[in-house]
Protein backbone atom coordinates (compact mmCIF):
# COMPACT_ATOMS: atom_id res chain seq x y z
CA UNK A 1 0.00 0.00 0.00
CA UNK A 2 1.18 3.37 -0.91
CA UNK A 3 2.33 5.66 2.03
CA UNK A 4 0.75 8.71 2.20
CA UNK A 5 2.73 11.88 3.73
CA UNK A 6 0.59 15.52 3.75
CA UNK A 7 2.75 18.19 1.80
CA UNK A 8 2.44 21.76 2.17
CA UNK A 9 1.47 23.14 -1.27
CA UNK A 10 0.89 26.50 -1.02
CA UNK A 11 1.64 29.02 1.32
CA UNK A 12 -0.05 32.56 2.23
CA UNK A 13 0.79 35.36 4.82
CA UNK A 14 -0.24 38.87 5.79
CA UNK A 15 1.05 41.40 7.81
CA UNK A 16 -0.47 45.10 8.60
CA UNK A 17 0.58 47.86 6.85
CA UNK A 18 1.14 49.93 10.37
CA UNK A 19 4.43 49.79 11.95
CA UNK A 20 5.19 50.13 15.82
CA UNK A 21 9.15 51.16 15.44
CA UNK A 22 11.89 51.29 18.33
CA UNK A 23 11.68 54.68 17.80
CA UNK A 24 8.13 54.82 18.65
CA UNK A 25 8.08 52.52 21.64
CA UNK A 26 11.17 54.85 22.85
CA UNK A 27 8.29 57.73 23.60
CA UNK A 28 5.78 55.36 25.18
CA UNK A 29 8.37 53.37 27.57
CA UNK A 30 11.39 53.57 29.14
CA UNK A 31 13.65 51.92 27.09
CA UNK A 32 15.83 52.89 23.58
CA UNK A 33 16.37 51.01 19.98
CA UNK A 34 19.39 49.92 21.04
CA UNK A 35 18.74 48.09 23.91
CA UNK A 36 15.64 46.59 21.96
CA UNK A 37 18.05 45.38 19.20
CA UNK A 38 20.35 43.76 20.93
CA UNK A 39 18.67 41.73 23.43
CA UNK A 40 16.18 40.39 20.86
CA UNK A 41 16.96 41.25 17.32
CA UNK A 42 13.60 43.15 16.98
CA UNK A 43 13.84 46.91 15.01
CA UNK A 44 9.42 47.14 14.01
CA UNK A 45 6.38 45.45 14.40
CA UNK A 46 3.22 45.58 12.72
CA UNK A 47 -0.43 46.55 14.57
CA UNK A 48 -3.39 45.90 13.51
CA UNK A 49 -4.98 48.78 14.08
CA UNK A 50 -8.28 48.62 12.16
CA UNK A 51 -11.47 49.87 14.43
CA UNK A 52 -12.99 46.69 15.02
CA UNK A 53 -10.59 44.49 13.18
CA UNK A 54 -9.62 40.86 15.10
CA UNK A 55 -7.38 37.83 14.51
CA UNK A 56 -9.66 36.52 11.69
CA UNK A 57 -9.12 39.63 9.63
CA UNK A 58 -5.01 38.93 9.38
CA UNK A 59 -5.83 35.20 8.94
CA UNK A 60 -8.33 35.67 5.51
CA UNK A 61 -5.51 37.32 3.35
CA UNK A 62 -3.26 34.42 3.95
CA UNK A 63 -6.21 32.24 3.31
CA UNK A 64 -7.20 33.98 -0.01
CA UNK A 65 -3.68 34.23 -1.09
CA UNK A 66 -3.12 30.03 -1.13
CA UNK A 67 -6.73 29.63 -2.88
CA UNK A 68 -6.07 32.58 -5.25
CA UNK A 69 -2.34 30.51 -5.86
CA UNK A 70 -4.23 27.59 -6.21
CA UNK A 71 -7.01 28.14 -7.99
CA UNK A 72 -9.64 26.47 -5.37
CA UNK A 73 -12.82 27.10 -5.15
CA UNK A 74 -13.26 27.26 -1.41
CA UNK A 75 -15.83 24.27 -0.87
CA UNK A 76 -12.96 22.66 -1.73
CA UNK A 77 -11.41 22.73 1.77
CA UNK A 78 -12.04 19.66 4.45
CA UNK A 79 -10.57 21.23 7.48
CA UNK A 80 -9.47 24.23 8.67
CA UNK A 81 -7.18 24.30 11.66
CA UNK A 82 -6.40 28.06 13.62
CA UNK A 83 -3.48 28.05 15.57
CA UNK A 84 -4.22 31.02 18.12
CA UNK A 85 -3.95 32.59 21.83
CA UNK A 86 -6.13 36.19 20.68
CA UNK A 87 -9.41 34.40 19.35
CA UNK A 88 -11.74 36.30 18.19
CA UNK A 89 -14.02 35.62 20.69
CA UNK A 90 -14.20 32.36 23.06
CA UNK A 91 -16.46 30.87 20.82
CA UNK A 92 -17.26 29.86 18.12
CA UNK A 93 -13.61 29.02 17.60
CA UNK A 94 -12.25 32.08 14.96
CA UNK A 95 -11.11 28.71 12.35
CA UNK A 96 -14.95 29.16 11.86
CA UNK A 97 -15.13 32.49 11.41
CA UNK A 98 -12.16 32.14 9.12
CA UNK A 99 -14.17 29.67 7.05
CA UNK A 100 -17.51 32.14 6.98
CA UNK A 101 -15.19 34.93 5.76
CA UNK A 102 -13.83 33.15 2.53
CA UNK A 103 -16.78 31.02 1.75
CA UNK A 104 -14.86 27.48 2.97
CA UNK A 105 -18.82 26.06 3.54
CA UNK A 106 -18.04 22.49 3.58
CA UNK A 107 -15.03 22.55 5.98
CA UNK A 108 -15.08 21.74 9.34
CA UNK A 109 -12.92 23.72 11.73
CA UNK A 110 -11.49 24.58 15.43
CA UNK A 111 -8.65 25.97 17.06
CA UNK A 112 -5.93 25.11 19.05
CA UNK A 113 -4.20 27.41 21.37
CA UNK A 114 -0.25 26.09 22.13
CA UNK A 115 1.04 29.92 21.99
CA UNK A 116 4.19 30.17 20.09
CA UNK A 117 3.82 26.01 19.24
CA UNK A 118 0.94 26.37 17.91
CA UNK A 119 1.78 26.18 14.50
CA UNK A 120 3.40 23.19 15.42
CA UNK A 121 0.91 21.22 17.14
CA UNK A 122 -1.63 22.40 14.65
CA UNK A 123 0.30 21.28 11.28
CA UNK A 124 0.81 18.10 13.08
CA UNK A 125 -2.60 17.47 13.95
CA UNK A 126 -3.39 18.70 10.13
CA UNK A 127 -0.87 16.33 8.53
CA UNK A 128 -2.38 13.20 11.00
CA UNK A 129 -5.84 13.95 8.50
CA UNK A 130 -4.43 13.98 5.52
CA UNK A 131 -2.54 10.85 6.25
CA UNK A 132 -5.40 9.03 7.44
CA UNK A 133 -6.94 9.17 3.82
CA UNK A 134 -10.16 10.90 4.69
CA UNK A 135 -9.37 14.53 4.08
CA UNK A 136 -7.92 15.88 1.08
CA UNK A 137 -7.29 19.62 1.94
CA UNK A 138 -6.58 20.93 5.40
CA UNK A 139 -5.60 24.59 5.76
CA UNK A 140 -3.60 25.17 8.72
CA UNK A 141 -3.56 28.90 9.72
CA UNK A 142 -1.17 30.58 12.55
CA UNK A 143 -2.56 33.70 13.44
CA UNK A 144 -2.11 36.61 16.65
CA UNK A 145 -3.50 39.80 17.30
CA UNK A 146 -0.92 40.24 20.51
CA UNK A 147 -1.19 43.85 20.28
CA UNK A 148 -4.86 42.81 22.00
CA UNK A 149 -3.40 41.05 24.78
CA UNK A 150 -0.27 43.34 25.20
CA UNK A 151 0.32 45.77 27.87
CA UNK A 152 1.77 48.95 26.82
CA UNK A 153 3.10 50.30 29.78
CA UNK A 154 5.14 47.10 30.45
CA UNK A 155 8.20 47.31 28.47
CA UNK A 156 9.45 44.12 29.59
CA UNK A 157 6.41 42.58 26.79
CA UNK A 158 5.31 45.19 24.73
CA UNK A 159 8.79 45.64 22.70
CA UNK A 160 8.71 41.99 21.64
CA UNK A 161 5.08 41.41 19.86
CA UNK A 162 3.77 42.03 17.17
CA UNK A 163 0.13 40.93 14.82
CA UNK A 164 0.00 38.57 11.41
CA UNK A 165 -0.85 35.45 10.48
CA UNK A 166 0.48 32.71 8.33
CA UNK A 167 -1.54 29.76 6.22
CA UNK A 168 -0.54 26.34 4.52
CA UNK A 169 -2.08 24.39 2.40
CA UNK A 170 -1.74 20.36 3.35
CA UNK A 171 -2.48 18.21 0.84
CA UNK A 172 -1.54 14.48 0.29
CA UNK A 173 1.45 12.91 -1.63
CA UNK A 174 2.60 9.72 -2.28
CA UNK A 175 6.63 10.51 -3.73
CA UNK A 176 7.97 11.09 0.25
CA UNK A 177 7.12 14.99 0.97
CA UNK A 178 5.62 16.95 3.26
CA UNK A 179 5.83 16.67 7.50
CA UNK A 180 8.45 13.49 8.00
CA UNK A 181 8.32 13.39 12.05
CA UNK A 182 7.07 15.69 14.46
CA UNK A 183 8.76 15.54 18.18
CA UNK A 184 6.32 17.83 20.02
CA UNK A 185 6.03 18.53 23.95
CA UNK A 186 4.42 20.32 26.94
CA UNK A 187 5.32 21.17 30.66
CA UNK A 188 2.72 22.85 32.52
CA UNK A 189 4.51 23.39 35.46
CA UNK A 190 5.91 26.49 33.39
CA UNK A 191 2.41 27.89 33.42
CA UNK A 192 3.32 30.68 36.35
CA UNK A 193 6.16 31.68 33.95
CA UNK A 194 4.71 32.79 30.69
CA UNK A 195 0.75 33.45 30.82
CA UNK A 196 -2.16 35.43 31.04
CA UNK A 197 -4.46 34.76 34.16
CA UNK A 198 -7.47 36.51 33.45
CA UNK A 199 -9.86 35.53 30.98
CA UNK A 200 -10.53 31.53 31.80
CA UNK A 201 -12.62 29.90 34.10
CA UNK A 202 -10.51 30.35 37.05
CA UNK A 203 -9.67 34.07 36.52
CA UNK A 204 -13.26 35.34 34.84
CA UNK A 205 -13.11 38.60 33.49
CA UNK A 206 -14.23 41.35 36.33
CA UNK A 207 -13.66 44.89 37.70
CA UNK A 208 -10.82 43.26 39.85
CA UNK A 209 -8.90 41.27 37.06
CA UNK A 210 -8.86 44.49 34.38
CA UNK A 211 -7.91 46.65 37.39
CA UNK A 212 -4.65 44.07 38.16
CA UNK A 213 -4.12 43.87 34.31
CA UNK A 214 -4.82 39.71 34.10
CA UNK A 215 -6.10 40.16 30.66
CA UNK A 216 -2.28 40.94 29.78
CA UNK A 217 1.05 38.63 28.71
CA UNK A 218 3.12 38.16 31.77
CA UNK A 219 6.63 36.79 31.22
CA UNK A 220 9.19 35.71 33.36
CA UNK A 221 11.89 36.56 30.70
CA UNK A 222 14.86 35.42 32.23
CA UNK A 223 13.66 32.03 33.02
CA UNK A 224 11.89 31.84 30.17
CA UNK A 225 15.06 32.40 28.19
CA UNK A 226 16.54 29.68 29.40
CA UNK A 227 13.97 27.37 29.13
CA UNK A 228 13.28 28.32 25.54
CA UNK A 229 17.30 28.58 24.75
CA UNK A 230 17.15 24.31 26.03
CA UNK A 231 13.68 23.45 24.43
CA UNK A 232 14.22 24.25 20.77
CA UNK A 233 17.91 23.31 20.64
CA UNK A 234 17.28 19.97 22.01
CA UNK A 235 14.07 18.84 20.24
CA UNK A 236 15.89 19.89 17.28
CA UNK A 237 18.93 17.99 17.72
CA UNK A 238 16.70 15.15 19.18
CA UNK A 239 14.18 14.83 15.85
CA UNK A 240 17.24 14.98 13.83
CA UNK A 241 19.00 12.25 15.48
CA UNK A 242 16.09 9.84 15.42
CA UNK A 243 16.01 10.69 11.69
CA UNK A 244 19.47 9.43 10.89
CA UNK A 245 20.40 13.10 9.78
CA UNK A 246 23.27 16.00 10.69
CA UNK A 247 23.12 20.16 10.02
CA UNK A 248 24.73 19.16 7.10
CA UNK A 249 21.68 17.40 5.54
CA UNK A 250 19.29 20.44 6.39
CA UNK A 251 18.08 23.25 3.80
CA UNK A 252 16.89 25.55 6.40
CA UNK A 253 15.76 26.08 10.13
CA UNK A 254 12.55 27.93 10.27
CA UNK A 255 12.68 28.57 13.93
CA UNK A 256 10.12 30.44 15.67
CA UNK A 257 10.81 34.43 15.95
CA UNK A 258 10.91 34.46 19.84
CA UNK A 259 14.71 36.41 20.51
CA UNK A 260 17.29 36.21 18.01
CA UNK A 261 19.72 35.03 21.08
CA UNK A 262 17.44 31.96 20.88
CA UNK A 263 17.72 31.43 17.30
CA UNK A 264 21.44 31.59 17.13
CA UNK A 265 21.51 29.02 20.26
CA UNK A 266 19.14 26.38 18.07
CA UNK A 267 21.02 26.51 14.71
CA UNK A 268 24.33 26.49 16.87
CA UNK A 269 23.44 23.40 18.49
CA UNK A 270 22.68 21.87 15.04
CA UNK A 271 25.40 23.17 13.45
CA UNK A 272 24.36 25.17 11.10
CA UNK A 273 25.33 28.76 9.56
CA UNK A 274 23.44 31.27 9.58
CA UNK A 275 22.41 31.57 5.53
CA UNK A 276 20.36 28.41 6.19
CA UNK A 277 18.01 30.19 9.25
CA UNK A 278 15.09 31.71 8.24
CA UNK A 279 15.21 35.26 10.17
CA UNK A 280 12.33 38.09 9.79
CA UNK A 281 12.38 38.88 13.58
CA UNK A 282 13.91 42.24 12.94
CA UNK A 283 10.56 43.02 10.76
CA UNK A 284 7.91 41.38 12.62
CA UNK A 285 9.10 41.01 16.07
CA UNK A 286 7.14 37.69 17.91
CA UNK A 287 3.60 37.23 16.22
CA UNK A 288 3.33 33.95 18.23
CA UNK A 289 1.57 31.35 16.13
CA UNK A 290 2.24 33.18 12.98
CA UNK A 291 6.07 33.17 12.94
CA UNK A 292 6.92 30.16 10.93
CA UNK A 293 4.37 30.81 7.95
CA UNK A 294 5.63 33.85 7.76
CA UNK A 295 9.53 32.79 7.60
CA UNK A 296 7.76 30.38 4.79
CA UNK A 297 5.87 33.07 3.02
CA UNK A 298 9.05 35.56 2.94
CA UNK A 299 11.31 32.77 2.09
CA UNK A 300 8.93 30.81 -0.55
CA UNK A 301 11.24 31.55 -3.61
CA UNK A 302 14.45 30.32 -2.27
CA UNK A 303 13.15 26.68 -1.24
CA UNK A 304 13.83 24.23 -3.66
CA UNK A 305 11.75 20.88 -3.75
CA UNK A 306 13.57 17.91 -1.99
CA UNK A 307 14.57 20.80 0.74
CA UNK A 308 14.96 19.43 4.60
CA UNK A 309 13.33 21.89 6.28
CA UNK A 310 13.54 21.74 10.35
CA UNK A 311 10.31 23.70 11.87
CA UNK A 312 11.26 24.48 15.48
CA UNK A 313 9.33 26.09 18.44
CA UNK A 314 9.20 27.22 22.18
CA UNK A 315 5.60 28.61 23.93
CA UNK A 316 3.96 29.41 27.00
CA UNK A 317 2.92 27.05 29.90
CA UNK A 318 5.31 25.45 28.33
CA UNK A 319 5.03 24.35 25.09
CA UNK A 320 7.94 23.26 22.75
CA UNK A 321 8.53 20.98 19.49
CA UNK A 322 10.29 20.38 16.36
CA UNK A 323 8.71 18.89 13.02
CA UNK A 324 11.11 17.68 9.75
CA UNK A 325 9.36 18.71 6.62
CA UNK A 326 10.99 17.27 2.83
CA UNK A 327 9.35 20.64 0.68
CA UNK A 328 7.19 19.57 -2.11
CA UNK A 329 6.94 21.76 -4.68
Given at each position: ?63 LEILRK ?92 GDGAGA ?162
Amino acid sequence: MTKITAAITAIGGYVPETKLTNFDLEKMVATNDEWIRTRTGISERRILNTPGAATSDLAVPAVLEILRKKNLDPKDIDCIICATVTPDMMFPSTANIIGDKVGASNAFGFDLSAACSGFLFSLTTGASFIESGRYKKVLVVGADKMSAIVDYTDRNTCILFGDGAGAVLLEANTEGYGVQDSLLKSDGSGKDLLHMKGGGSLRPASVETVLAKEHFIHQEGTQVFKFAVKGMADVSAELLERNGLTGDDIAWLVPHQANLRIIDATADRLGLSKDKVMVNISRYGNTTAATIPLCLWDWQDQLQKGDNLVFAAFGGGFTWGATLIKWGF
